[in-house]
């Protein structure tokens, strides 16, 4: 794997600690970012090409020199006298070793890689199996394919088309579901503004819209500015236990009251706060059960600003 590393990434990657089992191993190497999935494949796969040739492995002891000059790797960490141990697997990879191995890269069995991650600056780890090991990590993945094929009622050879399509569609529900939300939030929109109270000449107005997200408060919050105008309007929205909130006030009034100070009134009601600019801001909170009174102190808030 270390040749295969060396082939693929470059001859930079050496070689920075192991553990070598029966049927697992891990390796650290010297790499600059991560390695994709399909770059852990070509690995995978070069690894194996080099066990199924069966080649003889070579063991030599010949002086440092000579095995360095021949191409030997030497291993981290490993301190060598004047005569070295020295391992061939076929014409594919040559290093300084001290180990126990197998006859012929075939005895090896197939190889598979479980992870890649990395584990200090300027160091990544591969985790990977051997033998029955690998035999078994690849049952895994068939069972797991199969489980997946049978959710998207489909045959495995189908699963990425299947997949890609139920992917697609879902994106276009999500869209059509935001417009649907969008027009549910303009019309009560449109019914909140008779629900706006005058305070010093300040329309205000404190409320909860149903199933909005933060978009959709932020479009009808600019609406009914436009239709309140001057005012000083929070709206709030409720997902589970998260709640969110945007406030907003006529740029004409932002002397007198500011969004952020109104956002953090009610926020701060809620277990939560927030911040923007004077005509705008935002918030969240995590009380939701305290919504309606928070909402409701609002007016009397607005008042005691004079």
């Not at 920075?16 to 995978?44: N, Q, Y």
């Not at 549910?184 to 019914?191: E, M, T, W």
């Not at 969004?259 to 009610?266: C, D, R, T």
Request: aromatic fraction near 4%; charge should be negative; proline fraction near 3%.
């Amino acid at each position: 794997m270390h040749a295969a590393l060396r082939s693929i990434l470059g001859t930079h990657v050496g070689q920075k600690g192991s553990l070598v089992e029966p049927e697992r191993l891990r390796f650290d190497f010297s790499h600059f970012e991560p390695i994709s999935a399909e770059t852990c494949l070509e690995i995978e796969q070069l690894v194996n090409r080099q066990i199924m040739k069966n080649a003889t492995v070579k063991m030599a002891e010949m002086d440092i020199e000579a095995a360095k000059s021949k191409g030997a790797m030497a291993l981290f960490g490993e301190k060598y006298g004047d005569v070295v141990r020295v391992v061939e697997l076929g014409e594919f990879s040559i290093e300084l070793c001290g180990g126990t191995h197998v006859n012929s890269t075939g005895d090896i069995g197939p190889f598979r890689i479980l992870s890649e991650s990395g584990i200090a600056s300027g160091v990544r780890r591969i985790e990977a199996v051997t033998g029955e090991a690998a035999w078994e990590a690849i049952y895994d993945s068939e069972q797991r394919l199969l489980e997946v094929a049978s959710q998207l009622k489909t045959d495995k050879s189908q699963v990425v088309t299947k997949l890609t399509q139920w992917v697609a569609e879902s994106k276009d529900i999500e869209k059509q579901l935001k417009k649907l939300q969008s027009k549910l939030a303009s019309s009560q929109g449109d019914d909140l503004t008779r629900s706006a109270v005058e305070i010093n000449g300040v329309k205000v107005l404190a409320a909860q819209i149903e199933g909005a997200d933060v978009n959709t408060l932020r479009e009808t919050l600019d609406k009914l500015k436009d239709k309140l105008a001057p005012a000083a309007i929070v709206l709030a929205a409720v997902d589970g236990d998260k709640v969110t909130l945007v406030a907003g006030v006529s740029k004409s009034i932002t002397d007198k009251i500011k969004a952020g100070q109104l956002v953090n009134h009610v926020a701060q009601q809620v277990g939560g706060k927030g911040g923007g600019r004077p005509d705008m801001a935002q918030a969240g909170g995590k009380e939701p059960e305290k919504l309606p009174q928070a909402l409701a102190s609002v007016p009397a808030w607005v008042e005691t600003l004079g």
